[in-house]
């Protein structure tokens, strides 16, 4: 479930609606981001994991593959603390805005009113 916040607004309105209208039913449910964007956003954060694990462990992925040590990888390993946390704070950002749709419909009686 994607909800990110919007389960809580949801059920606030519904509340509303039905103290108001108590003969209406008021369903609800979430609206799942694109297929690419969970794919995307389950991708950076195993990337997000091993790059952290990567800088801790003081490991040199780049040896693998023949490549220099870049210089913001070096800045990564030397202020550790802090590239983890900015690491993991940036990627959680990304992740949640790919995952989040804020969509929603409104249907009454069948017909379509609102999608924004």
Known sequence: ???????????????????????????????????????????????????????IGGLNPFQFIGCNLPRWFEWCQANKFYACMMIFFCCNAIESTLISTGAFEILFNGKLYFIP
């Open 1 to 55: 479930s994607y909800s990110c916040g919007y389960r809580k607004a949801f059920e606030e309105y519904q509340m509303v609606l039905t103290q108001k209208y108590p003969i209406i039913t008021v369903l609800g449910d979430n609206f799942d981001p694109p297929f690419l964007h969970l794919v995307f956003a389950k991708f950076l954060s195993v990337a997000k994991i091993l790059l952290i694990a990567t800088i």
